[in-house]
C-alpha cells in the first residue's frame, strides 16, 4: 500500500504541477477509503490516471483554444474601432482643409472664450466691448466671448438650436465699415471654436441656420458693394439681395425685415426671399428709430421703436403693417434720455429688452451710446419699464439678445 500512496502522489504532483485540481478531487474521491486488493488497485490506478490525465489534457486544449477565440475577437474589435478613428480623423482634416481655403473662411481655437466664465476673465482694454450674459433677474453677469483682435463685439444672435452665436465686431470703436462676421460654437460638438466669415454686420440666422444675412457697409475691407447679403452659413455662396441694415430673418424663414435707412423718416422693409420684392411697414409719420425691427417667436408681431406724435414709443405692430395694430408698450419724452434698439421680445412673448441712453440732451442723432443702460418693460400688462441690473454698470450696454428659453440676456458692453 506505500507503494501504491507514493504512486498516486506522484501522479498528483504532476497533475497539480499541470494545474489540474478538478482531476486531482476526482483521484481522491475515488480512491478514498478503498479496501480492494493491491494488483485491483493498481489496475484502477492505472485506468483512473489515465482518464485522468486525458481529461486533464482536454480541459487545457479547451481552455487555451477559448483563449487563442477571445484573443482574436478583441483583436478584431480593436482594429475596428481604429479604422473607426481614422475615418473620422479623416473627416474631419477634409473639413479643416475646406474651411481653410479661402480667405473669407478661418478656422481658429481661442482659448479666451470661456462661454460661461467670470467676468473677471475679460481682457482688459480701453473702449473693450465684448460679449456677456446675465440672468433675466440680473443676477450672475458672465463674460461669455469676444472676437479674436477686434475691440468691439455685438449684434449677437443664438442660432435655433442654441449651439452657435453669430456676431459682429470692429478693430476700432465705432468704425462699423470694418466689420466682421464671426461664429462661435458655445455648445456641441464645436464648443469653443471660432469661425469668420468676413466683412459685414448685423449678422442673422435663417431658422434652419443654413444661411445668413447680413448688411455690408460702403468701403468694408472686402471691397464689395454695400446692402444686404445673403451667404451660406459656412461663409460661402455670397450674393447681394437689396439695400437696407438691420436684418432680421422672420421665424418661418420667408421673409427678411430690414431698416430703410434711404427714406426719411426711416422705415421697415419686408423682403420676400422667394421673389425679392418687398412691402413698407411704417415711415411717413411714424419713423423708425435706429435699429430697425425684432420679430416675435410666432413671427406675427414686429417690436420697434418709432419717433410719432413728438415722442419716443417702443411699439409692436403686426407684420402686415396695419397701424391699427399698433400697440405702444412705453413712451419717452424727447428730451433727456433716448430710447435705444433694437429692441427684442423673449421668445416666451413675456417681456421686451431694450436700452435707455441717459444725458442726451436733445441730441438724437448721436452715436456714441454713452451711459446706455439695458431696461425689461412687460409686454403682457402696462408697466414701467425697469433697469436690468440693480445699478447703472458701465459706460455702453447694448446689442442685446435673448437666449432660446428666456432665461437669460446677452449684450454688448463696455465696462
Known amino acids: 500500500m506505500p507503494e501504491i500512496a507514493l504512486r498516486f502522489r506522484i501522479y498528483f504532483e504532476c497533475l497539480l ?70 475615418q473620422h480623423e479623416q473627416k474631419l482634416d477634409a473639413i479643416q482643409k475646406r474651411l481653410a481655403a479661402t480667405e473669407e473662411i478661418h478656422v481658429e481655437i481661442t482659448e479666451n472664450i470661456g462661454a460661461g466664465s467670470d467676468s473677471a476673465a475679460a481682457p482688459p482694454s480701453e473702449r473693450f466691448r465684448p460679449l456677456y450674459m446675465i440672468n433675466r433677474d440680473g443676477t450672475d453677469l458672465k463674460f ?41 460654437g458655445v455648445a456641441g460638438p464645436f464648443r469653443g471654436m471660432t469661425r469668420h466669415l468676413g466683412a459685414g454686420n ?27 447679403w445673403l451667404m451660406n452659413s459656412d461663409g460661402t455662396d455670397k450674393r447681394r439681395f437689396g439695400h437696407g441694415w ?13 431698416q430703410d435707412y434711404q427714406t426719411n423718416p426711416n422705415s421697415l422693409l419686408i423682403y420676400q426671399l422667394e ?20 420679430w416675435s417667436a410666432d413671427g406675427e408681431q414686429l417690436v420697434t421703436i418709432v419717433i410719432r406724435d413728438g415722442e419716443q414709443q417702443l411699439i409692436t405692430i ?30 416666451d412673448g413675456s417681456e421686451i429688452v431694450f436700452a435707455i441712453q441717459d444725458e442726451v440732451n436733445g441730441d438724437f442723432g448721436r452715436r456714441d451710446w454713452k451711459k446706455t443702460y439695458l431696461h425689461l418693460v412687460s409686454n403682457e400688462v402696462d ?27 446677452i449684450f454688448s458692453s463696455e465696462r
Open 17 to 86: 504541477a499541470l494545474d489540474c485540481t478538478p482531476a486531482f478531487l476526482v483521484c481522491r474521491i475515488v480512491c478514498h477509503g478503498t479496501a480492494a486488493s493491491y494488483s485491483t488497485v493498481q489496475g484502477a490506478e492505472m485506468r483512473i490516471c489515465l482518464s485522468i490525465v486525458m481529461l486533464s489534457v482536454m480541459l487545457l486544449s479547451s481552455i487555451v483554444s477559448v483563449a487563442h477565440a477571445e484573443e482574436h475577437e478583441t483583436r478584431v474589435e480593436l482594429r475596428g474601432i481604429l479604422k473607426k478613428l481614422r
Open 318 to 347: 403686426n407684420k402686415a403693417g396695419d397701424r391699427d395694430s399698433i400697440r405702444v408698450i412705453c413712451r419717452e419724452s424727447m428730451k433727456d434720455r433716448m430710447l435705444v434698439g433694437p429692441p427684442v421680445l423673449a421668445p
Open 383 to 409: 408697466s414701467e419699464p425697469r433697469l436690468l441690473e440693480k445699478n447703472k454698470i458701465g459706460l455702453i450696454n447694448r446689442s442685446m439678445e435673448w437666449s432660446r428659453d428666456s432665461q437669460k440676456i
Open 246 to 258: 438691420y436684418t432680421r430673418w422672420s421665424p418661418d424663414g420667408s421673409e427678411i425685415c430690414v
Open 202 to 228: 448685423t449678422p442673422t440666422w435663417s431658422p434652419d441656420g443654413s444661411q445668413i444675412a447680413y448688411m455690408v457697409n460702403p468701403g468694408n475691407p472686402d471691397g464689395v458693394a454695400g446692402g444686404i
Open 275 to 294: 421673389t425679392g420684392e418687398y412691402r413698407r411697414v411704417l415711415g411717413d409719420d411714424i419713423g423708425v428709430a435706429f435699429g430697425g425691427a425684432n
Open 144 to 184: 461669455l466671448l469676444a472676437a479674436p483682435g477686434m475691440v468691439t463685439t455685438g449684434t449677437p444672435q443664438w442660432s435655433h438650436d442654441g449651439n452657435s452665436i453669430v456676431v459682429d465686431s470692429t478693430p476700432q470703436t465705432d468704425q462699423v465699415s470694418l466689420s466682421r462676421i464671426w461664429v462661435y
